[in-house]
Nanobody, 124 residues
Framework: QVQLVESGGGLVQAGGSLRLSCAAS????????MGWFRQAPGKEREFVAG????????MYADSVKGRFTISRNNAESTVYLQMNSLKPEDTAVYSC?????????????????WGQGTQVTVSS
């Protein structure tokens, strides 16, 4: 089993920044891909960003490209999501996820382990 715990959410004004963290424990591996997803009220969970096991490759949803950056510190088993130029439409519960595969994916169903999520609220 792999346990994931997110932190760093909160309330921020539009244009501001937040940095989310996701700490992994248990039977985790630096070879596992990680992803960040978000779910706004009344909407389906959607892909935000993904990173390969080595951290050498990343991918982003078009809606966050150029504003968000995903990174990982394998020595600390932690993945980060730096969010800049936040917009009210970024308001959602953000969750990290991992899969026992090197490559990340945009599909929710490809991830096996999920954190509880952290709330991000962007005011206008």
């Amino acid at each position: 089993q792999v346990q994931l715990v997110e932190s760093g959410g909160g309330l921020v004004q539009a244009g501001g920044s937040l940095r989310l963290s996701c700490a992994a424990s248990g039977r985790t591996s630096s070879n596992y891909a990680m992803g960040w997803f978000r779910q706004a009220p009344g909407k389906e969970r959607e892909f935000v960003a993904g990173i390969t096991g080595s951290g050498g490759s990343t991918m982003y949803a078009d809606s966050v490209k150029g504003r968000f950056t995903i990174s990982r510190n394998n020595a600390e088993s932690t993945v980060y999501l730096q969010m800049n130029s936040l917009k009210p439409e970024d308001t959602a519960v953000y969750s990290c996820a991992t899969r026992r595969w090197y490559l990340s994916s945009i599909r929710v169903s490809d991830y096996e382990y999920w954190g509880q999520g952290t709330q991000v609220t962007v005011s206008s």
